[in-house]
């Protein structure tokens, strides 16, 4: 079989039409040369260049010859450069996990950085609520996860990236939607209010609950969900009012209004990144970086 040196010895041949010259290029003497390419010729089985009246042409089978040892060559080369990038974390492949409400606005910002500071890191995303994708860190199948707190597990680090503040969703017409001050927590005492599944939303149903207690106000619970677009689904259809996180002003409800609310936490809705203590993956230090440039430019706190 043929090796590279008389591969990058054809090219040179091929390339300057004279045996000399292709010597100086590779800084070898003729003799050596000429003889790589006779054995390369000798394994193949057939002439690449026809020698005559102190001139070099390819024949046909070394024109087709040289086009694929050009790809190859190039194929090879790339594979050095592979390699030699995935212990430095320039290339390679992280997944990310996210929730729901992430992709609304943070997830954009992380996607619009890492493409353009990793470009040859390749992102698999996978949205998953917060107990999901802690499981699936611990279990080593993801690399990062964007979750709300806490995260629980001796192995895991997490590192705080956003807060933002949750809004009143209100059917258009609602009273509270039209008059000139903005909601108070006690507005919502007695209200028909969409409320957060406590198993698949069990962070903002207790947040929620907890602004509640603290305020001494009770809303009427008529419905529990999950995702926020099917609770703002159900704001619009006038079954109830809800508390959403202003993430949620990317969806564009029409006929709903969101506003916002007196008396809270400027900023409750906490959103953390997580990963498993350990891993080895050479490509996360460089996701890590970018996370946390973005955090830092989206945080007003």
């Not at 992102?123 to 699936?136: F, N, P």
């Not at 707190?149 to 590192?159: E, F, K, Q, S």
């Not at 929620?208 to 099917?230: C, K, N």
Request: aromatic content about 6%; cysteine-free; charged content about 20%.
């Amino acid at each position: 079989m043929f090796t590279f040196d008389q591969l990058e010895t054809f090219v040179a041949v091929a390339e300057e039409l004279h045996f000399g010259r292709a010597a100086d290029r590779l800084s070898m003497t003729q003799p050596p040369l000429s003889r790589r390419i006779k054995l390369l010729e000798d394994e193949l089985g057939v002439r690449l260049f026809d020698r005559a009246h102190r001139s070099v042409k390819l024949t046909p089978a070394g024109r087709v010859f040289l086009a694929d040892v050009r790809q190859l060559l190039h194929l090879s080369h790339e594979a050095a450069l592979s390699a030699r990038r995935v212990p430095r974390g320039e290339s390679g492949v992280v997944t990310l996990g996210f929730t729901a409400t992430t992709a609304y606005s943070f997830l954009e910002h992380v996607l619009t950085a890492a493409n353009a500071r990793l470009p040859r890191v390749d992102l698999v995303l996978r949205e998953m609520v917060t107990s999901t994708q802690l499981e699936a860190l611990l279990a080593g199948s993801m690399d990062l996860g964007m979750i709300r707190p806490p995260a629980i597990g001796a192995d895991l680090v997490t590192m705080p990236l956003t807060r933002e503040p949750l809004l009143a969703a209100l059917p258009r017409r609602h009273p509270l939607a039209v008059r000139a001050a903005d909601p108070t927590v006690h507005d919502f005492d007695g209200q028909p209010f969409v409320m957060y599944s406590p198993a698949e939303a069990r962070y903002f149903y207790e947040v929620l609950v907890s602004i509640f207690r603290g305020a001494e106000s009770t809303p009427d619970y008529v419905q529990y969900l999950g995702q926020v677009h099917s609770i703002l689904a159900l704001v619009k259809a006038g079954i109830g009012v809800a508390l959403v996180p202003a993430a949620a002003t990317a969806l564009h409800y029409d006929g709903v209004v969101l506003r916002p609310v007196r008396g809270i936490d400027p900023r409750p809705v906490k959103l953390d990144l997580a990963w498993r203590r350990g891993n080895d993956n050479p490509a996360l230090d460089g996701l890590l970086t970018v996370i946390r440039e973005v955090a830092e430019d989206q945080r007003p706190w």
